[in-house]
């Protein structure tokens, strides 16, 4: 089916506030939530139902999305709709204790899982890329990417900076369209951040959307101000236009050894997202049309230096981290720095303890369509967890900074134990009517026990399990058996087809006791799967947690 | 731990009777499975925890298996254990309609999907291969391959020759492991075999089981005594001690047109499988030893002169297909056989149109250990559907011709609506007490809606969907929503690591209301998936099917 602005037109805004349009809040929950993924303000690209993340869609075409519609209005309380690949095939027989909708995206018979045999199957109208929380309709924005890099900080500011970055320097490059978040991220963890970021233009979108805070041509400039508000403990963020090795040169120049250090240049492409040093942007911009091969080559040189500066800054003491951008495999398989492996990368270093934990990009989202409800929600959480100071200090400075996209929402990292806490008290409200309407609660794939992603979330595993995917398909089924309203199976979503698989759950809470023994069920177990998984790998961070809920199956069978 | 004749004797025998030593009949049933699929008569290599096909395992290691006992026999009615490519992995709440254990085996991201990288994890203890019904304790024995070459039969003599293969002449090759089965099959069918089989041994292995009627060393004799029996519409089976080309080249030579052709060497191995012709069994035996390259030569050249003539046996009238040994693709690739792809594979052609109507290898076993069980089941069976004389001829053989391995267990095909018919019944037997113990309903993962395997089950499909995996995903999923007693999703079972994709389903008939419930339920949806997977890829009898049993979405949202 051709997609035209018609179909986009056609398709209506979100449905919002009290009424249902369905026969149950939870096909409701979905309804709004499909709608919600293909919002304006919240896809990148609605009339190809493109949502984020490459092509990744949230239906298959027109036709497939209208059938879903079709079918979740038509759909009873004791029956699943399933889907796949982003078009529904078949509504059957359950009961009301099960998920409302199943769906698989992008699964291939892995000697077949590759782009070419892929786009293939997706142009004879056969697959959909899913992407992470696309295909799975519970995408909330930008919001997710912020929190995402508020949370790395956050964990860098507990191991090593007493749980604040207050008095810190931080320094970073790269102000794109997920660097961009960093210096966010970094003041509302207190800290000052020095980026470089070689184009102008990148900088002054993120003054514009107040991501950043100030903005200068000189390093030397940058470097000052940078250490006043460190000295005076200041959270600022500073933007430097030049590029990364000259800012980090005059900093090993000076003798100025930065706190923590990272980056976020596009270093995984080398022609495309990474600037030469010793040239303009414009230079850059022709050489890059006009002779491909040098570009990549002088790409690569500055890389090589790139790294071996932040080797020689984190031997003076900076806590330095790749932040998944592949800047160190560049340097050490293109260019021979043997040892660019000696800084680690982000999510072994600040994700995995978090995952130990059992902790996660926990999100839901207010069903009426009003803000106030989220800021119900804020308060709650607020009180719930008094003693989680960097959660704290997320809710408040979410409330001023973030700006909502489609359906008002939130996310924060919450743990084995917490997110249950979370859910019932959610559940609380809307039983109370404290919230207007129900309030969805879902989370990203990107989670402690639902992906294996060997280049990413379960790269340099303690066991070497990085490619066992058993985990994510438990998952899916322990929150299918567990009575999540709804739960995916998606491939290839993150770093592309062949290189992950990963599971994502949604519960509604809608007020009634029913929902409130699903929620206390699901919300232990969908973390209890990481906990697992990092305790099988070995882990003593998930040994403790497993300890404390009481996960460990040889304690509980040697008792 | 290291696998020692010790442990399994550790073991000891699988539980039967109507004594429980869990805390419930679906706890005990997996109990009861788990010990069957490892029973000395039942498992290839008990003491390596081998169940069957190559090194499909039942549980990761000893240490596992015990593992996995105790938790079973700890677990309460509304909790579920999770098993990760067969060791256990963790325990969690759930309810009563849900599963009890849920398996996920040898499931590896995509692009680490071979066997290289899954034999390093196996060595490193973190995976194992669990084949189809090895790591989903649902194996019965040999029963199964009887079952599906009599079923593959079945559907030629329904296409071909009114549902009967009585006064046909059916000529194959091969009667190793598998192939063995074939005279079996197709006397039961009430047709004539006449088999060609290199090696004398095979054929008396298979004259002492009774799978085989006759032998001789003379292809005249065989095939004068074949011909015999076609004229008098007696059914039997002749092995004949030649290569499988001099069979075929006496046929061509006295103009004699088999009904029927097909082979079951083991083409797809040259060099251990395949016999090249003009040399006796000594004389290949020594040059696979002394010169391998040479023997793998002459097998390749042999198999190109054996399907070229098949080719001319099916220009003359010969119904021809290749049984999945691959022996067309090795004419094909190797030998440039350029039309060997003219006979289709048995998949397309006989299992396809079986699986479009939802039908697939349905299976019981008696967990009394009393095989009167299943006699009794047998009758109700037969009670049950009158009119399907396929199953009549097949379970009234079996009860003759078969020997139960470990648990009496049944095998037949059985489609959509029939299989929950067959499942409430048994749980009628239960409830009344005509059986003495629970009945566990299980399924080959080889079924409609449960597997993608380009090169087998999905190979060809009518859309060009054969790698989507979404299939087994979805049934997996909706089996768990169901409330199926254990559910897994595996990887690699039958044409190994990286080429499939499959989901396992067991369900007990216990004899309670919920039990009648579940298996309403899940009997149904189990083989709607593959209706519903065929409907989508645009084949007819699907269609119909789909409508008899009003599975289709867009007929019921368009009402
Ligand atoms: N693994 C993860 O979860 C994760 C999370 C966030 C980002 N990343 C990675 O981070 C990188 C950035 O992502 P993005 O979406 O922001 O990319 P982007 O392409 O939108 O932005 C990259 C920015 O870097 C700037 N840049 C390039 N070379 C430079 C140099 N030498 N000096 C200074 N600035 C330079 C560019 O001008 C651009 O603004 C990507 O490689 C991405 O994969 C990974
Ligand atoms: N796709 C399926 O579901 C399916 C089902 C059954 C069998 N198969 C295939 O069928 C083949 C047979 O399986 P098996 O387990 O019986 O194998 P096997 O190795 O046990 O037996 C093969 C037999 O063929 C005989 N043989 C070899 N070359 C011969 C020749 N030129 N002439 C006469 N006899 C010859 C051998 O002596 C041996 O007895 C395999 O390739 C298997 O993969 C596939």
């Known amino acids: 089916m051709a997609t035209t602005i018609t179909d986009i037109s056609k398709k209506g805004k979100t449905p919002t506030g009290t009424e249902l349009n369905t026969k149950g809040w939870i096909q409701e929950a979905a309804l709004r939530m499909l709608y919600n993924n293909l919002d304006p ?13 490459g092509t990744g869609k949230a239906a298959r075409n027109w036709e497939a999305f209208d059938l879903i519609v079709k079918a979740l209005k038509d759909l009873e ?36 899982a590759n782009w ?9 109208g056969l697959s959909m890329y899913g992407q992470m929380t696309a295909g799975s309709w519970i995408y909330i924005g930008s919001q997710g990417i912020v929190q995402g890099t508020y949370e790395t900080f956050a964990e860098v500011a507990r ?91 005059a900093l090993i120049d000076k003798n100025i050894t930065p706190d923590t250090l990272t980056d976020q240049t596009s270093a995984h492409d080398a022609l495309v997202g ?10 850059a911009n022709v050489l890059r049309q006009q002779d491909p091969e040098q570009y990549v080559s002088r790409s690569l040189d500055t890389m090589a230096h790139h790294v071996r500066q932040m080797l020689e800054l984190q031997k003076r003491g900076a806590i330095t981290f790749d932040y998944g951008n592949n800047l160190r495999g560049q340097a050490h398989d293109l260019r021979g720095v043997e040892n660019a492996f000696d800084f680690p990368g982000f999510v072994p270093a600040y994700i995995r303890p978090l995952f130990c934990e059992g902790k996660g990009p926990f999100r839901w989202v207010a069903l009426s369509g009003d803000p106030e409800d989220i800021r119900v929600t804020d308060e709650v959480l607020l009180e719930l967890f008094p003693e989680n100071k960097s959660l ?3 809710i408040k400075m ?26 019932l008290a959610f559940n609380k409200l809307v039983r109370e009517g404290k919230v207007k309407a129900p309030i969805v609660i879902g989370r990203d794939h990107l989670d402690t026990g639902s992906v294996a992603s060997p280049n990413r979330e379960t790269e340099a595993m303690k066991d070497g399990s990085d490619a066992i995917a058993d ?24 770093v592309g087809i062949g290189y992950s698989i990963h599971a994502g759950m949604v519960i509604v809470a809608d007020g009634t006791e029913e929902a409130e023994i699903r929620l206390k069920r699901v919300l232990h177990n969908d973390p209890a799967m990481g906990v697992l998984r990092h305790l099988d790998a070995g882990y003593d961070i998930a040994a403790d947690t497993a300890r404390k809920h009481r996960l460990n199956l040889k304690d509980r069978l040697n008792k």
């Open 77 to 112: 309380e004791d029956e699943t709709l399933l889907v796949q690949s982003g078009k529904p095939v078949g509504i059957l027989p359950t009961h009301k204790d099960a998920p409302r909708v199943l769906i698989s995206n992008s699964m291939l018979v892995p000697h077949w």
């Open 274 to 283: 990474y600037f030469p040093e010793d040239m303009s942007v414009e230079e």
């Open 41 to 53: 303000d919240v896809a990148e690209r609605p009339e190809d139902l493109v949502v984020y993340g």
């Open 471 to 494: 985990w994510p398909v438990l998952n899916a089924m322990i929150n299918t058996a567990g009575g999540a309203s709804w739960v995916s199976l998606h491939h290839g979503g993150g």
């Open 392 to 394: 704290a200090r997320w």
């Open 116 to 124: 070419k045999n892929f786009r293939e199957l997706e142009a004879k």
């Open 398 to 423: 979410a409330q001023e900074r973030i700006a909502f996209q489609g359906l008002p929402a939130r996310i924060c990292w919450l743990g084995q134990g917490e997110r249950e806490i979370a859910g």
């Open 159 to 249: 191991q090593h900076f007493n749980g604040t970055l207050k008095g810190t320097l931080n320094v970073t490059a790269g102000l794109g369209g997920m660097g961009g978040a960093q210096p966010l991220a970094i003041t509302m963890n207190e800290g000052v951040c020095l980026a470089a970021e070689v184009e102008e233009w990148r900088i002054r979108k993120r003054l514009e959307t107040r991501y950043l805070d100030k903005m200068t041509h000189s390093i030397e400039e940058g470097i000052e101000w940078a250490l006043d508000a460190k000295a005076k403990g200041e959270a600022i963020s500073i933007g430097v236009v030049c590029n990364a090795v000259d800012l980090l040169q």
